[in-house]
């Protein structure tokens, strides 16, 4: 199989080039810079063919939360998402040779601020902050794909479980120092999925052209912050009685981007991957942080 993937030198997009390689795919990434195919989606443009690739993998954009969330960085997360999602669409869909499905990436924060609400299946309404706003548009501009035929799947991925990037890896320091704690109430449900599953369940959805659509990927078991930080400190054999102080956060992050992504809580269900019947590897954050941190 030839697949081409945007967002491939990520935490997710390495991972999956990896595994696609590992079975016997060709893996083409498309970037910026002198490699052919290559793109400047703020300029509209693609050097190179995008034809005859099977599957195609869209997880490129702008670090979420790598910064204040002042209005000129929020259009850059958004344009980095919108604007080269629908330059890929557009020019997948003109292709003569099309790709049989368009994985694109999305993320739980569709469904917004949802606290402790009963668990949220691919059909439950959208959020109204930021990032729901965001994830809509976001699915929105690969809409000349399926207008095209192409399958498309809009992978709306939870909090992504690995020691070597990501939350956990911020984590990991404070918990092994006996300085880690909840944030905020604790009582903010964290929809996860280990690295591993979230590169399988891609994997699956590629394989899969029953599969379409919204595609919840996180685990069937989401936890509290409290549970999680309750497991971790247990794993790491360390304390963790210390809230968060959210204060310093705030300062040096600002209010919208902390209360989003570290107060804000969705508890979601993979309905659509569970129903194809995708088998979780970790499937509760227990077996997970012990396979991902015992050593």
């Not at 739980?108 to 902050?129: A, C, F």
């Not at 993979?270 to 129903?275: D, N, S, T």
Request: aromatic share 6%; net charge negative.
């Amino acid at each position: 199989m030839r697949v081409l993937v945007t967002g491939a030198s990520g935490l997710i997009g390495t991972a999956l080039r990896e595994a696609l390689l590992a079975r016997g795919d060709e893996v083409v990434a498309l970037g910026r810079g002198d490699q052919t195919p290559s793109w400047d989606p703020e300029r509209g443009v693609i050097d190179g063919s995008l034809e005859g690739f099977d599957a195609v993998v869209n997880l490129a954009g702008e670090n979420i939360g790598a910064k204040r969330w002042t209005d000129e960085q929020k259009a850059r997360i958004r344009d980095s998402r919108v604007i080269g999602t629908g330059l890929l669409a557009r020019t997948l869909a003109a292709a003569d040779a099309k790709p049989r499905v368009l994985v694109s990436g999305s993320a739980v924060g569709y469904y917004g601020d949802r606290g402790r609400e009963h668990l949220l299946d691919e059909q439950s309404d959208p959020g109204d902050d930021f990032l729901a706003h965001l994830c809509r548009d976001w699915e929105a501009a690969t809409e000349a794909a399926p207008a095209a035929g192409i399958r498309v799947a809009h992978i709306r991925t939870g909090i992504v479980l690995t020691p070597t990037g990501g939350v956990l890896q911020r984590l990991l320091l404070p918990f092994k120092l006996g300085l880690g704690g909840k944030t905020g109430s604790g009582r903010q449900y964290m929809s996860w999925i280990t690295l591993t599953d979230e590169v399988r369940a891609i994997l699956h959805v590629i394989d899969h052209d029953d599969v379409a659509g919204a595609v919840n990927l996180t685990a069937p078991h989401p936890v509290t912050n409290e549970v999680l930080t309750k497991l971790l400190a247990e794993v790491l054999k360390r304390p963790a009685v210390l809230p968060t102080p959210m204060f310093a956060l705030r300062a040096i992050y600002g209010r919208e981007l902390v209360d989003t992504l570290l107060l804000a809580g969705q508890r979601v269900f993979p309905k659509q991957l569970e129903a194809s019947g995708f088998v979780f590897e970790h499937e509760t954050l227990e077996k997970a942080l012990h396979a991902l941190l015992d050593h």
